[in-house]
Nanobody, 115 residues
Framework: QVQLVESGGGLVQPGGSLRLSCVASGRTFSSAVMGWYRQAPGKERELVATITYGGTTTYGDSVKGRFTISRDNAKNIVYLQMNSLKPEDTAVYYC?????????WGQGTQVTVSS
């Protein structure tokens, strides 16, 4: 049974930082593109960042230069370092594991940026 468990969300002031973690289990993830997505109230889910097993990354335009995705292949953990947070970064952040024919999602972790 595949599980993706996110942690690290919370309340942070504008300009602050948070690091999200996603622990993956239940199968081999070497062929998966791992990623983070987010969904704010009333909006569609959007791409934040993805990373391949070899370390190739992509970022959504709104987070480029502020967020960094990384991956520990030995531990099956994906991280999202979020710096210079803005109120518009407030959303539920979801971990995703995408294989050729299927994908898995975590339950999400809330990030709130507010003073």
């Amino acid at each position: 049974q595949v599980q993706l468990v996110e942690s690290g969300g919370g309340l942070v002031q504008p300009g602050g930082s948070l690091r999200l973690s996603c622990v993956a289990s239940g199968r081999t993830f070497s062929s998966a593109v791992m990623g983070w997505y987010r969904q704010a109230p009333g909006k569609e889910r959007e791409l934040v960042a993805t990373i391949t097993y070899g370390g190739t990354t992509t970022y959504g335009d709104s987070v480029k230069g502020r967020f960094t995705i990384s991956r520990d292949n030995a531990k099956n953990i994906v991280y999202l370092q979020m710096n210079s947070l803005k109120p518009e970064d407030t959303a539920v952040y979801y971990c995703n594991a995408a294989f050729s024919y299927t994908a898995y999602w975590g339950q999400g972790t809330q990030v709130t940026v507010s003073s």
